[in-house]
C-alpha cells in the first residue's frame, strides 16, 4: 500500500522537468538578446567612423572617393545596405542589397557634418542598415516547438495534479466539513464514505467511529433526561399546584434544604436562607417558637403517624412576619429514630388578613353608631344591624323580610322615590338626606348612601343601604340659618355705621390734614414749631389708618372687598415699594435688601390698590419689629404664581402669638411695639390674600426673626401700560418745590391772558379755605361755593377751569351737580374732580362712569391733588432750586453763609457736641439768616453724615475742607 506522500511524489516528478526545458528556453532568448546588442553596438561605431570620412568627399564634391568608401562599407559582413545622399537631398551613393530602410531588423540614420577651424556645415546624411533574419528564424523556431511542447505538459500535468489532488484530499475533506456541519446544525451524522486506506482513509474511519460513538452515548442521554424531566415536571405540576415551598431536614446533620418558591415565600434569593437548624429556628416568632416545638415533638413521638402540621408565623427578608401553615412527613431507620423530615409551606398571610378583615367588618356593622341594611331585588330586608333597632326602634325579627318602606314618614313625594330608584336601577351609588319615621312614630333625619351589589357578571343582586342620624345637625342647621341672618342684619347695619363714621371722620380730618399740611410748607412757619405740625400730620396719617384699616377689616368680615386686576407694571410697582421701605429703614438704621430673580416678569394682571396694600403691612411690621440687622424682600415668579417672601432678624414671634397673629386686635411683642400699630394689618392682609385665592404662611421662632411667605396666582401679561397720571407717583411734585405754574398752550381764542380758574365746592367751610389757600399762592384764581346750586349758579358768572367737587351736599349731590354743570353747552368739557371721603370701589367707579373726570380721597393729599391738577390742566410747574443731595429749599437767590459759621459747625460735628450745634443754628436765626427747618431736625436725629453733605455744599470750592475732606 502506498502512501499519501509515495503518491504525490510520483506526480511532481514531471513537473520538476517540465520546469527544467522552461529553463532551457529562457537561456536561449537570452543568447539571442546578447547577439542582438553586439549587432547594434558594430552598426554604431561603423556609423561614427564612416560619417568623419564621407564629411571630407561631400566638401571637396569628391564623388568618386565617396563612393568608393561607400562600397568597402557595404562589404562588411554585418551591414545590409549603406546609402548617401548630400545637402540637397540627392543621392550620392548606395552598397547593398539596395532594400530600403524599413524592410532591415535594424538601422541608423546620422548627419554628414564638415567642421573646420572657422565653420561647422551640415554636407549630407548617412543611412545604415543590419538585419537579424537567421539568428531570429532559428531562435523562432526552436521557441515555437519547445513552447508547445512545454504549455501541453504544463496542461497535462495541472491537470493530473488538480485530479489527484481532488481525489485524495479535497473530496474526503469536504465529506468531513459537509459531515460536521450537519452535525452542528441538525445534530445529525452521515457517515463519510472512503475507500482509501492511507492516512486520510484512517482519519475518516476514526471519524465515522467516533460519531457513532457519540450517538449511542446522545441517546442513551437523552433518554434518561426525559424521564428525569417527565418526573421533575410532575414533581413541580403537584408543588406549583400548591403554590407551596419545600424543605428538607437532615436530622442526622442538621441541615435544612430548601426550595425556590420557599425562599421566595418570605422575600429571599435562592440561597440565601440558613441552612441550619438553629439558624432556621430564629425565623420563626419568639411567640410561637415553643408551640412549633411542642407540636413537631409530639409528632415524632408517634413515630410517623399521620401528618404533621403546624401554624406559625415567620419573619421575612424585611422584618416583616408572615403567616405560614407547615405540613410534612418523617422518615425513620429500623431502630425507630427520625433520620429525614421533609414538607411544605404554604403562605397564609392573605386568608389571615382576609379573615382579620372580615372579623373588623363584622365587629364594625356590630358597633356602628349608623343604620346599615342590606335587600334584595324586591325589595326585601336580609339583614340590619343593632344601630337599626337603636334608632328605628324595630327589632331584626320585625324587619327581616319587610321593605324599607316601613320607615317611611310621608315627608317626600313620588318623584323623590322616583329619582331614587331611577339611579339604582342604573347601577349607580345614590345619596341623599331621608326623613323617616321610627317604630314610636318620632321623625328623624337620615344621611343616606344606597349602593347596588353587583355579581361577577355586572348583574344587581341587593342593595346595602348605610345611614346617618343627622336630626341633630339638622336642627343645629337651622340655628345656624337663623343666627346667620341675624348676624348678615348686625354686619349689615356695622358696614352702614362704620361707612357712615368713616365720611363723617374723614371730613373733619381732611381740614385737619390740609391745614397741618400748608403750615408744613409754609416759609413763615417758624422752625421751632414744625415739630408741632409734623405731630399733627402724624397723628392724622395715624388716624387715617385706623379708619381705613376698620373698613378694610369690615369689608373683610363681610365679604365687600372686591378686587379690579388691571395691567401693572411690576418692576415700577416693587422699586416704589422698596424706595418706601428703604427710607422707613435708613431711618430707623437698619438694612433692608430687595432681590429680584430673573424669572420675575415685568406686567401682571393685579390689583395695584391691594398688592401695595399687602407688601406695606409684612414690610412695615418687618422694619417695626427689627432694631438690629436687616429685612429682606425677595420676589420670584414660577408657574403662574407670584411669591414674595418677607424676612426679618427681630425678636420673632412666640409659639402662642404664632397660633392667633392673623386674628383681629391681635398684636405680638414687647409693649413698646404695641402701642405703633392697631393690631389690624394682619388679618386685612390674610383676607384679601385669601379674596385673591393665594396663600400665606408664617415661620418664626422667638429670637430668630420672622419669615412671611406670600403666593399669589397672578397671570403675565403683555399690554403696554396706560400710566394714570393722577395716581403716578413719579408725577407728584413735592408741594415744597413749587413757586407756581405757565401755561404750556394759550387759553381760548380772544381770551385775555389770565389766570386759570377753579371752583372747590364743599359744604364744609374748613375743606374749601384748606383748597383756596393752598392753590390761590399757587397763581389760580379760586372761587368757593358752599353747596350744589351755589355752584351751578356762581359757575355761570365765573367760568371755571376745572371744578373740585364735594360728593355728599345738602340739595344737590355732586354728581348732580356735575350733570347740571356739564348740561350747560359752555360747560360740557369742563373737568369735574370727585372730592370725597367714601373710600368705597363703588362709589368712584360710579362717579367716573357717569361722567367725572378724576376721583380723590379725602383727607386730599396735596402732592396727588398737584398731579391731578397737571394731568386736566394745560400747565407745567415752576420749581425753586433744590439740592438734590441735601433735600432743602431755597430761591433763585441762593443763600450765602458765613464760612467761618461753617466750619465752627463741621467743628462741633466732629466732636459730636450736639449742643453747640443748636447754639450755631440760634445764632443764625437772631442774624436774621434763614435757617432751614430739616438742619434742626439733622441735629435732633444725629444725623451728622447729611448735615456735613450740606456743609461741603455751602463752602466755596476753594476753600479747605472742613475735618480735613
Given at each position: 500500500m502506498r502512501s499519501l506522500q509515495t503518491k504525490l511524489l510520483l506526480y511532481y516528478i514531471p513537473l520538476m522537468t517540465l520546469s527544467a526545458v522552461a529553463l532551457l528556453i529562457v537561456q536561449e532568448m537570452h543568447s539571442y538578446a546578447q547577439q542582438h546588442a553586439a549587432l547594434v553596438e558594430n552598426l554604431n561605431q561603423t556609423a561614427d567612423v564612416q560619417q568623419q570620412a564621407l564629411a571630407v568627399g561631400l566638401w571637396e564634391y569628391d564623388r568618386e572617393a565617396t563612393r568608393r568608401l561607400?562600397?568597402?562599407?557595404?562589404?562588411?559582413?554585418?551591414?545590409?545596405?549603406?546609402?548617401?545622399?548630400?545637402?540637397?537631398?540627392?543621392?550620392?551613393?548606395?552598397?547593398?542589397?539596395?532594400?530600403?530602410?524599413?524592410?532591415?531588423?535594424?538601422?541608423?540614420?546620422?548627419?554628414?557634418?564638415?567642421?573646420?577651424?572657422?565653420?561647422?556645415?551640415?554636407?549630407?546624411?548617412?543611412?545604415?542598415?543590419?538585419?537579424?533574419?537567421?539568428?531570429?528564424?532559428?531562435?523562432?523556431?526552436?521557441?515555437?516547438?519547445?513552447?508547445?511542447?512545454?504549455?501541453?505538459?504544463?496542461?497535462?500535468?495541472?491537470?493530473?495534479?488538480?485530479?489527484?489532488?481532488?481525489?485524495?484530499?479535497?473530496?474526503?475533506?469536504?465529506?468531513?466539513?459537509?459531515?460536521?456541519?450537519?452535525?452542528?446544525?441538525?445534530?445529525?451524522?452521515?457517515?463519510?464514505?472512503?475507500?482509501?486506506?492511507?492516512?486520510?482513509?484512517?482519519?475518516?474511519?476514526?471519524?465515522?467511529?467516533?460519531?457513532?460513538?457519540?450517538?449511542?452515548?446522545?441517546?442513551?442521554?437523552?433518554e434518561q433526561a426525559e424521564a428525569i424531566e417527565e418526573e421533575r415536571n410532575r414533581f413541580q405540576l403537584?408543588?406549583?399546584?400548591?403554590?407551596?415551598?419545600?424543605?428538607?431536614?437532615?436530622?442526622?446533620?442538621?441541615?435544612?434544604?430548601?426550595?425556590?418558591?420557599?425562599?421566595?415565600?418570605?422575600?429571599?434569593?435562592?440561597?440565601?436562607?440558613?441552612?441550619?437548624?438553629?439558624?432556621?429556628?430564629?425565623?420563626?416568632?419568639?411567640?410561637?417558637?415553643?408551640?412549633?416545638?411542642?407540636?413537631?415533638?409530639?409528632?415524632?413521638?408517634?413515630?410517623?403517624?399521620?401528618?404533621?402540621?403546624?401554624t406559625l408565623r415567620m419573619r421575612t427578608k424585611l422584618g416583616q412576619w408572615r403567616w405560614i401553615t407547615a405540613r410534612g412527613k418523617a422518615l425513620f431507620d429500623h431502630a425507630g429514630k427520625p433520620v429525614r423530615f421533609v414538607g411544605f409551606n404554604t403562605d397564609i398571610e392573605n386568608r389571615k388578613k382576609t379573615e382579620d378583615s372580615l372579623r373588623k367588618l363584622s365587629r364594625a356593622v356590630e358597633q356602628s353608631h349608623g343604620t346599615i341594611l342590606i335587600t334584595d331585588l324586591e325589595p326585601r330586608i336580609e339583614f340590619v344591624n343593632p344601630a337599626f333597632t337603636r334608632i328605628t326602634g324595630y327589632q331584626p325579627e320585625e324587619a327581616l323580610g319587610h321593605n324599607p318602606s316601613i320607615l317611611k314618614s310621608g315627608m317626600h313625594d313620588a318623584a323623590f322615590y322616583r329619582d331614587m330608584w331611577d339611579t339604582l336601577l342604573a347601577g349607580e351609588?345614590?345619596?341623599?338626606?331621608?326623613?323617616?319615621?321610627?317604630?314610636?312614630?318620632?321623625?328623624?333625619?337620615?344621611?343616606?348612601?344606597?349602593?347596588?351589589?353587583?355579581?361577577?357578571?355586572?348583574?344587581?343582586?341587593?342593595?346595602?343601604?348605610?345611614?346617618?342620624d343627622i336630626t341633630s345637625r339638622k336642627e343645629a342647621e337651622e340655628e345656624l340659618i337663623a343666627a346667620k341672618k341675624a348676624a348678615e342684619s348686625a354686619n349689615h347695619a356695622k358696614s352702614a355705621f362704620l361707612a357712615n363714621m368713616s365720611h363723617e371722620l374723614r371730613t373733619p380730618l381732611n381740614a385737619i390734614s390740609g391745614f397741618a399740611q400748608l403750615l408744613k410748607h409754609s416759609p413763615k412757619m417758624p422752625d421751632e414749631l414744625q415739630d408741632h405740625v409734623n405731630r399733627i400730620l402724624r397723628g392724622g396719617d395715624y388716624l387715617l389708618t385706623l379708619i381705613n384699616d376698620i373698613l378694610d377689616l369690615s369689608k373683610v368680615e363681610v365679604g365687600r372687598i372686591e378686587l379690579h386686576p388691571e395691567n401693572l407694571d411690576l418692576f415700577n410697582f416693587l422699586r416704589e415699594i422698596n424706595e418706601m421701605i428703604q427710607l422707613r429703614a435708613e431711618q430707623k438704621g437698619i438694612l433692608f435688601h430687595y432681590r429680584a430673580a430673573p424669572s420675575l416678569p415685568s406686567q401682571i394682571q393685579a390689583d395695584p390698590k391691594r398688592l401695595r396694600q399687602i407688601l406695606l403691612n409684612l414690610l412695615g411690621n418687618a422694619v417695626k419689629f427689627t432694631d438690629q440687622g436687616e429685612v429682606t424682600l425677595d420676589a420670584r415668579y414660577q408657574q403662574g404664581l407670584l411669591m414674595l417672601d418677607v424676612r426679618d432678624t427681630g425678636p420673632g414671634i412666640s409659639q402662642q402669638d404664632l397660633a392667633r397673629i392673623f386674628e383681629p386686635f391681635v398684636q405680638s411683642g414687647d409693649n413698646k411695639y404695641r402701642s405703633q400699630g392697631t393690631g389690624l394689618g394682619l388679618s386685612i392682609t390674610r383676607g384679601i390674600v385669601e379674596l385673591m385665592e393665594g396663600d400665606i404662611q408664617v415661620h418664626s421662632d422667638p429670637g430668630g426673626g420672622a419669615h412671611f411667605q406670600l403666593r399669589l396666582p397672578l397671570e403675565k401679561s403683555d399690554e403696554r401700560l396706560s400710566n394714570d397720571p393722577g395716581t403716578d407717583t413719579e408725577n407728584r411734585p413735592n408741594p415744597e418745590d413749587l413757586a407756581g405754574y405757565r401755561l404750556t398752550r394759550p387759553l381760548a381764542s380772544g381770551e385775555a391772558d389770565r389766570p386759570l380758574r377753579l371752583m372747590v365746592v364743599d359744604d364744609i367751610a374748613s375743606n374749601r379755605i384748606m383748597l383756596t389757600y393752598f392753590l390761590?399762592?399757587?397763581?389760580?384764581?379760586?372761587?368757593?361755593?358752599?353747596?350744589?346750586?351755589?355752584?351751578?349758579?356762581?359757575?355761570?358768572?365765573?367760568?371755571?377751569?376745572?371744578?373740585?367737587?364735594?360728593?355728599?351736599?345738602?340739595?344737590?349731590?355732586?354728581?348732580?351737580?356735575?350733570?347740571?354743570?356739564?348740561?350747560?353747552?359752555?360747560?360740557?368739557?369742563?373737568?369735574?374732580?370727585?372730592?370725597?371721603?367714601?373710600?368705597?370701589?363703588?362709589?368712584?367707579?360710579?362717579?367716573?362712569?357717569?361722567?367725572?373726570?378724576?376721583?380723590?380721597?379725602?383727607?386730599?393729599?396735596?402732592?396727588?391733588?398737584?398731579?391731578?391738577?397737571?394731568?386736566?390742566?394745560?400747565?407745567?410747574?415752576?420749581?425753586?432750586?433744590?439740592?438734590?443731595?441735601?433735600?432743602?429749599?431755597?430761591?433763585?437767590?441762593?443763600?450765602?453763609?458765613?464760612?467761618?459759621?461753617?466750619?465752627?459747625?463741621?467743628?462741633?460735628?466732629?466732636?459730636?457736641?450736639?449742643?453747640?450745634?443748636?447754639?450755631?443754628?440760634?445764632?443764625?436765626?437772631?442774624?436774621?439768616?434763614?435757617?432751614?427747618?430739616?438742619?434742626?431736625?439733622?441735629?435732633?436725629?444725629?444725623?451728622?453724615?447729611?448735615?456735613?453733605?450740606?456743609?461741603?455744599?455751602?463752602?466755596?470750592?476753594?476753600?479747605?475742607?472742613?475735618?480735613?475732606?
Open positions: 561607400v562600397e568597402e562599407t557595404g562589404k562588411l559582413p554585418f551591414i545590409h545596405g549603406v546609402r548617401v545622399f548630400d545637402a540637397f537631398g540627392e543621392e550620392v551613393a548606395r552598397a547593398g542589397d539596395g532594400s530600403t530602410p524599413e524592410d532591415p531588423a535594424l538601422f541608423v540614420v546620422r548627419p554628414i557634418v564638415h567642421k573646420d577651424q572657422f565653420t561647422e556645415e551640415r554636407v549630407g546624411r548617412l543611412i545604415l542598415s543590419a538585419h537579424d533574419r537567421v539568428v531570429r528564424a532559428a531562435i523562432k523556431h526552436n521557441l515555437k516547438t519547445q513552447a508547445l511542447l512545454v504549455a501541453v505538459m504544463m496542461l497535462v500535468l495541472i491537470s493530473v495534479t488538480w485530479v489527484v489532488t481532488r481525489r485524495l484530499i479535497l473530496e474526503p475533506l469536504q465529506q468531513l466539513r459537509e459531515s460536521i456541519q450537519e452535525v452542528d446544525r441538525r445534530n445529525r451524522w452521515h457517515p463519510v464514505r472512503w475507500e482509501s486506506r492511507d492516512e486520510i482513509g484512517q482519519v475518516v474511519s476514526a471519524y465515522n467511529a467516533l460519531q457513532e460513538s457519540r450517538i449511542r452515548m446522545e441517546r442513551q442521554l437523552k403537584a408543588v406549583d399546584g400548591t403554590n407551596d415551598g419545600l424543605w428538607d431536614w437532615n436530622m442526622q446533620t442538621n441541615r435544612m434544604v430548601y426550595s425556590p418558591r420557599l425562599a421566595t415565600m418570605l422575600g429571599y434569593q435562592a440561597g440565601e436562607l440558613p441552612e441550619t437548624l438553629e439558624a432556621w429556628s430564629e425565623l420563626i416568632h419568639p411567640d410561637d417558637l415553643e408551640e412549633v416545638w411542642r407540636v413537631t415533638n409530639d409528632y415524632l413521638a408517634t413515630r410517623g403517624k399521620g401528618t404533621y402540621q403546624n351609588v345614590w345619596t341623599g338626606e331621608l326623613l323617616n319615621r321610627s317604630k314610636e312614630g318620632r321623625l328623624f333625619w337620615e344621611y343616606s348612601t344606597i349602593s347596588p351589589v353587583k355579581n361577577e357578571e355586572g348583574e344587581i343582586t341587593h342593595y346595602v343601604a348605610i345611614k346617618e390761590e399762592p399757587l397763581g389760580f384764581e379760586v372761587e368757593e361755593a358752599s353747596d350744589g346750586e351755589a355752584c351751578v349758579r356762581q359757575a355761570l358768572k365765573f367760568l371755571p377751569d376745572l371744578v373740585l367737587m364735594d360728593m355728599r351736599m345738602p340739595g344737590l349731590n355732586g354728581l348732580e351737580t356735575m350733570n347740571a354743570l356739564h348740561a350747560i353747552p359752555a360747560m360740557r368739557d369742563l373737568p369735574v374732580v370727585i372730592v370725597s371721603a367714601s373710600v368705597f370701589h363703588e362709589d368712584s367707579a360710579s362717579a367716573l362712569q357717569q361722567g367725572a373726570t378724576a376721583y380723590l380721597h379725602k383727607p386730599v393729599e396735596l402732592g396727588k391733588l398737584l398731579a391731578t391738577l397737571k394731568a386736566l390742566l394745560p400747565i407745567e410747574w415752576e420749581l425753586v432750586q433744590r439740592h438734590s443731595d441735601t433735600g432743602l429749599h431755597q430761591t433763585e437767590a441762593a443763600q450765602q453763609y458765613p464760612v467761618e459759621w461753617l466750619k465752627e459747625m463741621a467743628q462741633a460735628i466732629a466732636m459730636g457736641n450736639a449742643k453747640q450745634l443748636r447754639n450755631l443754628l440760634e445764632q443764625l436765626k437772631q442774624q436774621g439768616i434763614f435757617v432751614p427747618a430739616i438742619l434742626r431736625t439733622w441735629v435732633d436725629s444725629f444725623d451728622y453724615d447729611h448735615l456735613l453733605a450740606w456743609i461741603e455744599q455751602q463752602l466755596p470750592a476753594d476753600d479747605e475742607r472742613p475735618l480735613g475732606q
